[in-house]
């Protein structure tokens, strides 16, 4: 498979309180984690909206880490973006798991430019058009069964 880069979204559930409540100090960790796994981590920039969620944007050399952060739910969203083949996201997915100490973990991977195959290029659009009077008797099936369809007759007979 000839892909560009690999991605993970992962979603940590209640993870330890005290692990999410200081965004300078889960930085920190998260920068010493990555180094000590392989990657090359840049300068943290950290954002806090309230004291219920805040994000970390670390850019690594391999790609970036960005976390949402929301104390209050004991809950992490993070996406780990790894642009290098030799760079193994799963390495770093044990090393997050230290960090924040989730007791549950949901994962996705995805191929990030997947150009392997031709029909992987090709958008796949599909359009089906309805006989105009099959969407006509729809109406009317839809009609009968909505509450009140005898005003609706009354309605009809008016005209």
Known sequence: MNILARQLVIDMYNCKPEKLQSAPLLSDAL??????VGFTPSQPYVTTFDENHFIIFIPLDEGH??????PTL?????????????NLPEKAVHALRKVVKP????MTYLCRGDFGTISDMKPHIKIKMAPLRRIQNTGVK????LPGRNL????R???
């Open 31 to 36: 920068k010493n984690t990555l180094s000590n």
């Open 65 to 70: 880490l960005t976390i949402h952060a929301y």
């Open 74 to 86: 004991k809950y992490a969203a993070i996406d780990l973006f790894i642009c290098k083949q030799n």
């Open 103 to 106: 007791e549950e973990i949901k």
């Open 142 to 145: 839809v009609i009968h069964l």
């Open 152 to 155: 609706m007759k009354k309605l």
């Open 157 to 159: 007979r008016k005209k």
